[in-house]
C-alpha cells in the first residue's frame, strides 16, 4: 500500500486552520478588533463562504483524513495490534498536556481553565470522562474531538475481520448503527446525551473516510462507495436537522461534500510538496500543534499583550506553540511508539523462536 503523501498536505493545512480560528476566538473573548482577520475576512473567506467555517474546516479535514489513514493501518494490522498501537499514538501526548495544564491551573495561572481544579478533575481529564459527567472542568477543551475518534477506533477494530472478507459489510453496518444511534440518543439536556450525540453526529465524517479508502485500495466498488458516502452525508445532515447543538455550524454537511473531493484528490498527489522531507517533519507534529496550541493562546497573550502590545505577542504564540509542539513530539510521541514497537517485535521474535527451540529440544532428546 503506497503512502498517501497529498493527505500530509491537508493535515497541515487543517492545523493551520484550527490554530487561526482560535487565534480569532483570543480577539473576540476580548472584544478586540483584529485588522488582519477582517481584512483576510473582507478578501478571501467570505467570497466563498468560509468565515464562519475556519474552525469546522480543520476539525472536518482531520476526521475525514483520519478515516483513510485508519483504514489502511487496518488492512495490515489485527484487532488487538490496531487498538494497542492507536492508544500509544494518541494518549501519551494528551496525558501530558493534560498533566501539565493542570499543574499550571492549580498554580493559578491562566491556561483556559474555568474554576478551580482538583484531583478528580485531572484523572476525569485524562479518561475524557470530563465529557460525560457534569461539573468537571476542562483542561484542554479540544480533545473532545478524541471522544469520535475513539469511538471510530474502536468500531474499527471491532469489524478488522468482517472489513478483509467482506469489506461492504462494516460499511453497511456503520450507516445502520449511526442510524439507530441518532434515533435513541436524541435528548441532549445532560452531559453525557450531549457528548454522545457529538460523538454519533461526527462519526458518519470518519465513515465517508474509510469509505475513500476502501474504494482507492480497490476493495469496494466506487458505486458502492459513492451510495453508501451519500447515506453517511444524508446522516450527517439528518443530526444537524434534529440538533439545534451539534454542529450548529450554517453549511457544515455542504463543506464536508467539499473536504471529500478534497481529500479524494490529494489522494492521488504523488510528487511535489506533497512528497517534501519540510512536509512530512509537519504532518507528523500536527498532533502536538493540536494538543497544545489552546492553553498557549492562553497563556501568551494574556500575559504579554499588555506589556508588548497584541501582534508581538500572538508572534510569541505561535512560535511558543511550534517549539512546544516539537518538544512534545520529539520526547513524548516518538520515544513511546519506539518503545511500543520495540515491545512489540521482542514478544513477535520470541513466539517465532518458540517453535524452533521446541524442535531443537525434541531432537536433542533423540
Known amino acids: 500500500m503506497r503512502y498517501l503523501h497529498g493527505l500530509n498536505l491537508l493535515r497541515i493545512v487543517a492545523s493551520v486552520a484550527v490554530f487561526y480560528d482560535h487565534l480569532r476566538g483570543w480577539f473576540a473573548s476580548g472584544g478586540q478588533r483584529w485588522t488582519f482577520d477582517e481584512n483576510l475576512s473582507a478578501a478571501v473567506l467570505s467570497p466563498v463562504r468560509l468565515d464562519a467555517l475556519v474552525g469546522a ?25 490496531f487498538v494497542a498501537r492507536r492508544a500509544v499514538r494518541i494518549l501519551p501526548a494528551m496525558w501530558v498536556v493534560l498533566l501539565i495544564v493542570w499543574v499550571l491551573a ?15 478533575d485531572l484523572f476525569a481529564n485524562l479518561t475524557l470522562a470530563n465529557f460525560f459527567v457534569p461539573n468537571q472542568t476542562g483542561l484542554d477543551l479540544v480533545t473532545w474531538t478524541l471522544g469520535v475518534q475513539i469511538a471510530y477506533y474502536l468500531f474499527v477494530a471491532a469489524t478488522i475481520p468482517l472489513l478483509r472478507r467482506w469489506p461492504w459489510l462494516p460499511p453497511a453496518l456503520a450507516v445502520t448503527l449511526v442510524s439507530v444511534l441518532l434515533s435513541v440518543v436524541s435528548d ?21 473516510g474509510q469509505l475513500v479508502a476502501l474504494v482507492r485500495l480497490g476493495r469496494l466498488h466506487p458505486l458502492a462507495g459513492l451510495a453508501y458516502g451519500v447515506l453517511q452525508w444524508l446522516l450527517l445532515v439528518r443530526g444537524d436537522l434534529t440538533s439545534d447543538l451539534t454542529p450548529a455550524v450554517p453549511g457544515y454537511a455542504r463543506m464536508v461534500v467539499c473536504i471529500a473531493l478534497l481529500v479524494i484528490v490529494c489522494c492521488r498527489l504523488s510528487g511535489g510538496l506533497a512528497t517534501a522531507r519540510w512536509t512530512r517533519g509537519l504532518a507528523d507534529r500536527t498532533y502536538a500543534v493540536f494538543l ?8 501568551t497573550p494574556h500575559l504579554l499583550s499588555t506589556t508588548t502590545g497584541t501582534t508581538p505577542a500572538l508572534l510569541i504564540a505561535t512560535v511558543a506553540t511550534a517549539v512546544l509542539a516539537d518538544l512534545l513530539y520529539r520526547f513524548v510521541e516518538v520515544p513511546c511508539v519506539r518503545w511500543y514497537r520495540k515491545w512489540e517485535n521482542r514478544g513477535r521474535n520470541s513466539a517465532e523462536r518458540a517453535p524452533d527451540d521446541l524442535a531443537g529440544r525434541v531432537e536433542a532428546a533423540r
Open 188 to 208: 441532549e439536556s445532560t452531559t453525557a446525551t450531549h457528548m454522545l450525540r457529538v460523538i454519533i453526529t461526527f462519526l458518519p465524517i470518519l465513515f465517508i
Open 106 to 120: 492549580s498554580c493559578h495561572v491562566q491556561v483556559g481553565v474555568a474554576g478551580p481544579v482538583d484531583a478528580g
Open 292 to 299: 497544545v496550541h489552546v492553553p498557549v493562546l492562553y497563556v
Open 57 to 81: 474546516f480543520g476539525i472536518c479535514t482531520f476526521f475525514l483524513v483520519s478515516g483513510v489513514v485508519i483504514t489502511f493501518a487496518a488492512q495490515r494490522e489485527g484487532p488487538g495490534r
